[in-house]
């Protein structure tokens, strides 16, 4: 029986894609499987690399006639999976397969869990260094139940009011319940996914439907950055602009990202992250009338925390007028009083303030031999809790 | 001017001393020197070649004489290299060891702030290279960055009444892994016997009469260098069976904890410094001593040798304090990650090969050394 299912959604990165199957295939066990969604122009390099890769844990779902849009792609995956759970990682990320123990610790400990999540590391690729650049490595490793409520609030109200809701649950980089996300086919229209921003749009539904939520603070997988990637679009906004483009173009006919109820411009130069995680929040909540009170002015604080981190003036120009100009649309400039972000005050340095902060280990990247999220992970697990004493609940160690 | 002097006496040629030295070299600075005490009768020839390959006026090889009986012969080699450094400050390390040059900059933030500043500690990291490991090795790193004025007062609990309590356990002011201002070194010069460092183990000689003359001790959590595992010349030797003093029962081979008593020890009845309170102290570093061995026969081994010797030293009633347990046992997991400020991790990451390579490592992991003074201002 196929424990876990892990989804590995392509698109014409095959050099990246390779070495995270290879990277995988590396792990023991014959619990979970690996599915690689092909979603590139060109089907010839994965068919090919498939060709003498004979691991039968994994499978290879090759491109269809004409190319898929992101939330496409990973809809026949989900599809297609055998696992009792699913979990979704990109093709220049990694996870442990062995994050099928943690499951089924999970499960022995709290029966009725369905969507488990856990504190991934983070990896900049080596060709995506332009400038400075930090990994981080979360240090703890305790494993409790999260409150939905808590995450609710968070999420749909972004009641913490930083440039992200602190949520981190769903199958992107966590495991949900087959049967969890069979739930949400039914409650949303008979697909699981549907707005572009799929990982964040997840999210919401996972929030909204699970049964109960496990989160383990030991991490299980790395955020890769490759230079294609959508992560490294926080490096260059030139890059987030051609990927948002890109969105739109394959996504003919479906959601869009910008909407006259949340006037706030994907388009613009001075689009963030911020800004489409929070298009996406209310896209879900205003589609399936999720309570958002409170949203208005948390977002407005989210705005302005995004705009403290530019590195430069002209990113903070143009941050702050992006933000300015849908506040000043949305219900008609009411939250516009709330966004008056603070002056720009260059940073004393940029991603070189290595050390421990908040529990998490930021290293220099330039400083350490890994050159993929894998080799990273491996390096990473030499200073967190082994998965061995996560998983037998280990208190007592030796000195 | 040379602001800093790190010296390096080397009494045996050491393989890895022309790879620590290019390592250090590679710092871009200009305000440090490299003082290398050949001590071996001429046998550095690598290290020769190298200073000729490099022709780099920060390294300078010299091997001055010294007429030492045995038992003196590494505080001798100080004693003869320290008054030729030319630096502002004064470190010393090991041939295996590894310095971050950095430290000049660390300095003069130091003495920006607290202009009166005369010896300088730091975090230390320990390393034990591949090949001499025994199973798993452990290190344990300082993940702070505080700059803190340690009290005397407590410096000297640390030291002399092995007081774990006062937070300063990685604070070690001295010469040996530590920077002494010029002026200091030359008041302990004059203060002490008119040497820089005396007895078998002028590491913690140094540290002793630092705490008792530093005017204004500066602490650095973050640690700057990185002690190799293979590191003799701080300590007594420890194939040293012999108790030297005979109410203090303990011999260099007992123990770390021992070996550094007696260093105290030593340090104490020289200058006839007599103190009260430390016992209980001592007999609780004992047992960690014993707790951290890294197999069922070594911890039998330094149990019984410790017990011998508190029996002998306290009687009775001193054992029944000493009561250490084997806990690394088969199957007891290693604790890795945060606990007590400090990050634990299996030594085997990212495959590091020498003290350089590992400091390389943990700088990439910890407050970077340039930033100091931004944090200061």
Request: net charge negative.
């Amino acid at each position: 029986m196929v424990h876990l299912t892990i989804c590995l959604p392509t698109r014409n990165r095959q050099a990246y894609c390779i070495k995270t199957i290879a990277a995988l295939a590396e792990a023991g066990g014959s619990d979970f499987e690996v599915l690689v969604g092909d979603n590139s122009d060109d089907p010839a390099p994965l068919a090919d690399f498939f060709t003498i890769f004979t691991d039968r844990r994994f499978r290879l779902v090759p491109p269809g006639p004409a190319v898929l849009p992101m939330i496409g792609n990973w809809e026949r995956l989900v599809d297609l999976a055998q696992g009792r759970w699913i979990s979704v990682i990109g093709d220049d990320d990694h996870i442990d397969p062995r994050v099928t123990g943690l499951i089924r610790r999970c499960e022995v400990l709290h029966r009725d869990v369905d969507a488990i999540s856990w504190d991934p590391m983070s990896f900049h690729w080596p060709d995506n260094r332009p400038v400075p650049t930090l990994a981080s490595i979360p240090m703890t490793s305790g494993i409790m139940v999260r409150q939905k409520t808590v995450l609710a609030d968070r999420l749909y109200r972004w009641s913490e009011g930083k440039r992200r809701p602190a949520v981190g649950v769903g199958l992107y980089h966590g495991a949900v319940r087959k049967s969890l996300m069979e739930r949400i086919r039914q409650a949303y229209g008979g697909r699981y996914f549907e707005h572009p921003v799929v990982d964040w749009e997840n999210t919401c539904k996972v929030v909204a439907q699970a049964g109960k939520i496990v989160h383990c603070e030991r991490p299980f997988s790395v955020l890769g950055a490759c230079a294609a990637s959508n992560s490294a679009s926080t490096l260059s906004r030139e890059t987030m602009k051609a990927r948002l483009d890109t969105f739109e173009r394959e996504n003919e006919g479906g959601i869009h990202l910008d909407r006259p109820s949340f006037p706030f411009s994907l388009s613009d130069p001075g689009v963030s992250l911020c800004l489409s995680i929070a298009t996406t929040i209310t896209w879900f909540c205003q589609t399936h009338g999720v309570n958002q009170s409170g949203f208005g002015a948390n977002f407005a604080q989210a705005a302005m925390d995004e705009c403290r981190y530019c590195a430069t003036r002209e990113e903070y120009d143009a941050k702050v007028r992006c933000f300015a100009r849908g506040f000043a649309l949305w219900e008609d400039g009411y939250w516009a009083g709330h966004f008056r972000p603070a002056p720009f005050t260059p940073p004393k340095t940029i991603n070189q303030l290595s050390g421990l902060s908040n529990d998490t280990l930021h290293i220099r990247e330039a400083g350490i031999k890994p050159a993929t999220p894998a080799e990273f992970y491996r390096f990473g697990e030499h200073a967190i809790l082994p998965v061995d004493a996560l998983l037998s609940g280990a208190r007592v160690f030796a000195p | 001017m040379t602001l800093l002097s790190i010296c390096i006496p080397v009494s045996t040629p050491e393989t890895a001393l022309t790879g620590t030295v290019r390592e250090m070299l590679a710092s871009a600075r200009s305000d440090f020197e490299l003082v290398v005490g050949d001590f071996t009768g001429g046998r550095l020839a690598d290290l020769s070649r190298l200073a000729g390959e490099l022709h780099d006026a920060r390294l300078r090889v010299i091997a001055p004489d010294v007429p030492a009986e045995p038992s003196q012969e590494m505080s001798a080699c100080w004693n003869a290299m320290i008054p030729l450094a030319r630096g502002a400050w004064i470190s010393v390390i090991g041939a295996q060891d590894h310095l971050d040059p950095e430290l000049a900059a660390v300095i003069e933030a130091v003495v920006k702030r607290v202009p009166d500043a005369d010896a300088l500690a730091w975090g230390r990291a320990r390393y034990v290279p591949p090949a001499l490991r025994q199973g798993q090795e452990i290190a344990r790193i300082a993940t702070g960055s505080r700059m803190i004025l340690p009290e005397q007062k407590d410096l000297m609990r640390g030291r002399f009444y092995w007081d774990h309590a006062t937070g300063l356990g990685d604070c070690h002011p001295g010469l040996w892994h530590g920077a002494v201002r010029r002026d200091l070194v030359e008041r302990i010069r004059a203060g002490f016997s008119g040497v820089d460092v005396e007895g078998p183990a002028p590491a913690i000689d140094s540290a002793c009469k630092t705490i008792m003359l530093a005017r204004r001790p500066v602490f650095w959590e973050r640690p700057l260098s990185v002690q190799g595992a293979a590191t003799a010349s701080s300590g007594p030797d420890a194939g040293d069976t012999d108790p030297p003093f005979a109410d203090f029962p303990f011999s260099a081979s007992t123990g770390a904890a021992a070996a550094a008593a007696l260093a105290v020890e030593a340090f104490k009845r020289r200058y006839g410094i007599e103190l009260d309170g430390w016992e209980d102290n001592f007999i609780q570093a004992c047992v960690r001593d014993c707790e951290t061995a890294d197999s069922g026969e070594r911890f039998h081994a330094r149990k019984t040798a410790y017990s011998q010797a508190i029996l002998a030293w306290r009687g009775k009633r001193g054992l029944a304090a000493f009561k250490p347990e084997f806990k690394r046992k088969p199957g007891i997991p290693r604790f890795q990650g945060v606990r007590d400020h400090h990050l634990h991790f299996d030594m085997a990451m990212d495959d590091t090969q020498t003290e350089a390579d590992f400091y390389r490592l943990i700088d990439a992991l910890l407050f970077p050394v340039q930033l100091l003074d931004d944090k200061l201002a």
